[in-house]
């Protein structure tokens, strides 16, 4: 089965450079989540997108932005990037869907990024 | 809010040994339950899920029991393996919306 897809896999960018996350949902899956895991934490919510709509909103910096596409793929845009922005980027996908929410979010492998 | 607490690892187990992880939520409404395993340098795996009080998850040998009354989630197993090596997360979800992450277990199984 199709599974949810991220490009690139790995990123080196140096401080103040710009990165662009991609996301490819499982096909027909509405709804994308994006988290950060820092290094031996938790994965934490950043943004999530309902047909192109924003839908909720966790602690993203204003450095970064994102957007979903109407294809359903979604980027991760990140600006003026922090060492500490150094993380792994996972993106996650739903399908919502006219009949309400199915509960299981599915994970890409995520987008390792290293901020030198 | 809602909230998900996990025991604190490392957990270091011997092969064919009994596991358990303990995980404890605190959360409006009824939320679903999930448990993912993440493995050395990868990705999260959904391991398995409960949607509502009483319900069992369970897959490859991993069960857990959605508690309503003790609002726990705990991870067992009764036989590990080497190959179960890893980080597990417990975590929640207000149906459909976001995931809420405990801090993590990591599992380290000796031969």
């Known amino acids: 089965a199709a599974g949810v897809i991220q490009s690139p896999r790995h990123l080196i960018k140096e401080k103040r450079e710009t990165a662009t996350l991609k996301c490819y949902p499982i096909p027909r899956h509405d709804t994308v989540y994006w988290y950060q895991q820092g290094p031996g934490q938790d994965p934490q919510f950043l943004i999530s997108f309902y047909e192109k709509m924003q839908s909720d909103k966790g602690s993203i910096p204003d450095r970064f932005s994102a957007q979903q596409f109407s294809d359903y793929h979604s980027e991760l845009n990140m600006s003026s990037l922090e060492l500490g922005d150094s993380a792994l980027y996972f993106c996650a996908s739903i399908l919502r869907g006219l009949a309400g929410p199915t509960d299981t979010q599915y994970f890409g492998p995520g987008t390792r990024l290293t901020v030198l | 809010g809602n909230s998900v607490t996990q025991m604190e690892g490392p957990v270091t187990l011997s092969e064919e040994a009994f596991l358990t992880i303990n995980c404890t939520y605190t959360?409006?409404?009824?939320?679903?339950l999930f448990w993912y395993v993440q493995y050395p340098g990868e990705g999260l795996q959904l391991l398995l899920k409960a949607t509502k009080a009483d319900d069992k998850g369970s897959n490859k040998g991993f069960e857990a029991t959605y508690r309503k009354e003790t609002t726990s989630f705990h991870l067992e197993k009764g036989s590990v393996q080497v190959s179960d090596s890893a980080v597990y997360f417990c975590?929640?979800?207000?149906?459909?919306?976001?995931?809420?992450f405990g801090a993590g277990t990591i599992l380290r199984v000796k031969s």
């Open positions: 959360a409006t409404g009824y939320p679903s």
């Open positions: 975590a929640l979800s207000p149906y459909g919306n976001k995931l809420v």
